[in-house]
């Protein structure tokens, strides 16, 4: 199985299926190639630079949209699966959509609330935080659907966890490996990833992918 990043904080799990999370691509100043065609596309919130372009990949490859349920009484014209914090299997995929401290909206309008999602494919447990603040209850992550090999976290600050609150998930969180995302996209979001790296220090392997890298796990 691999991991792709496409930029900012859009990836995709290449494995028995195509699965891409938060298609940002249209309006992206980093954004990369996406590979192949999607099977599923999974959004965290409603906010642009996540939604992006789901909307417009879903009616391309007939791939269905995961989201929040209210997220998916707003899109119109798509197959999409409208679920809420828990564990649903979804074409034959075990996703668990979680809580993350943030917002949602669309056009000025609240939407939903804010998710991440574990998604857990060819026996490999890959974490996608969304936009979020640290919490505490990361460790029931951990204790309940861990071993995490792949968290993927936003280090960006102003509008999420910074390098030091992310530093903190991962101890919360103890996956094998963790990839810095949502960040040096805009101005605001500037960061050094080495800085994170020298924080998380021993407590995970730090792997920074420039968009268009991927990870083999
Ligand atoms: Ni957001
Ligand atoms: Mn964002």
Not at 70 to 76: F, G, K, L, P, V
Not at 101 to 117: D, I, K, L, T
């Amino acid at each position: 199985m691999k991991i792709r990043y496409l930029g900012h904080a859009a990836f995709q799990i290449i494995g028995s299926k195509n699965i891409v999370i938060d298609p940002f691509l249209t309006g992206n100043p980093v954004a990369a190639e996406q590979e192949g065609t999607p099977d599923l596309i999974l959004v965290t919130h409603a906010h642009g630079d996540h939604l992006g372009d789901a909307v417009e990949m879903s009616k391309r490859s007939g791939a269905p949209i995961v989201c929040m349920y209210d997220i998916a009484q707003h899109i119109r014209g798509v197959q999409a699966y409208g679920m809420n914090y828990g564990p649903a299997k979804i074409e034959g995929i075990d996703i668990v959509m979680v809580p993350a401290w943030h917002s949602s909206s669309m056009g000025g309008q609240e939407v939903g609330n804010p998710a991440g999602f574990i998604v857990k494919m060819d026996g490999k447990t890959v974490y996608h935080a969304g936009d979020t603040f640290v919490f505490g209850d990361m460790a029931l992550f951990n204790e309940l659907y861990g071993p995490i090999d792949v968290a993927l976290l936003p280090i960006g600050g102003y509008f999420t966890m910074g390098p030091r609150e992310a530093a903190k998930a991962v101890e919360l969180l103890k996956p094998r490996i963790v990839v810095p995302m949502h960040y040096n996209t805009f101005p605001p979001i500037r960061q050094d990833p080495e800085e994170f790296r020298k924080l998380v220090g021993d407590k995970a392997e730090v792997r920074i992918l420039k968009p268009g890298e991927e990870l083999d796990i």
